[in-house]
């Protein structure tokens, strides 16, 4: 079965240091990897997508998320973090190889990321 | 381009009350979703459909009803409101599997039921 987890509920940096928010999958074959970005009474929106080739993948926002396949890991990255990077973050899986219900994707939990002046 | 549109945005219901939950793509995309997001929870699949007249269930669809009668359109049903249903209701869409490039998220409906 496929799953995602995000193991932290909260991530809390200070404004200009780096930031990690983690995520680590599970499916049975090949991963398409999502992040997802929502702020305070919004709707989801993408932020990044790794479907196949170079395993660091840039996305908005001067965010960027490695593919470690070894690992399963698909941890979110960003150089310097600012004040408007608070909102909850989403890691989103699904399995390439199949279709029907097993092609749905798979949230995690979210991960809220507070970053302070 | 106006992407996956819901509404209503806001809705309190009373216990035992219906209503729709409105839905509209205009990307031409033949899958579409409901999600509830509850704090904490993540995001739930209520139901989905991959085309025209054909819904499944996802995995807490207990309560809801869906229809696909067109591509564009995807209403979620709430028969008998129960307060277990407040919560934010996301309907997404995509294309299938083979021109899978992620989801396209509706900008949510929060719902309360009193």
């Known amino acids: 079965a496929q799953s995602v987890a995000q193991p932290e509920d909260q991530v809390n940096v200070a404004e200009g240091n780096p930031l990690t928010v983690k995520c680590t999958y599970s499916?049975?074959?090949?991963?398409?990897l999502f992040w997802y970005v929502q702020y305070p009474n919004r709707g989801l929106q993408f932020l990044l997508k790794?479907?196949?080739?170079?395993?660091l993948v840039k996305g908005s926002y001067g965010f960027e998320a490695e593919f470690n396949k070894s690992q399963t890991s698909f941890h979110l990255k960003k150089p310097s973090a600012l004040v408007s990077d608070s909102a909850l973050y989403f890691c989103?899986?699904?399995?390439?190889?199949?279709?029907?219900?097993?092609?749905?994707?798979?949230f995690g939990k979210g991960t809220k990321l507070s970053v302070k002046p | 381009n106006a992407g996956v549109t819901q509404t209503p945005k806001f809705r309190i219901l009373k216990i035992g009350q219906s209503m729709t939950l409105q839905c509209t793509q205009d990307?031409?995309?033949?899958?579409m979703y409901w999600y509830r997001q509850d704090p904490g929870m993540g995001l739930k699949l209520i139901y989905y459909?991959?085309?025209?007249?054909?819904?499944d269930k996802g995995e807490v669809p207990n309560g809801y009803n869906v229809s696909r009668s067109t591509t564009e359109d995807f209403p979620l049903r709430l028969e008998l409101a129960a307060p277990s249903q407040t919560s934010v209701y996301f309907c997404?869409?995509?294309?299938?599997?083979?021109?899978?490039?992620?989801?396209?998220f509706g900008s949510g409906t929060r719902l309360t039921v009193v």
């Open positions: 790794y479907i196949t080739g170079d395993n």
């Open positions: 989103a899986v699904r399995d390439a190889d199949y279709g029907g219900s097993q092609g749905n994707l798979i």
């Open positions: 990307m031409n995309h033949n899958y």
């Open positions: 997404a869409s995509s294309y299938s599997p083979k021109g899978f490039i992620g989801y396209t």
């Open positions: 459909s991959v085309g025209a007249g054909i819904t």
């Open positions: 499916v049975s074959g090949n991963p398409y």
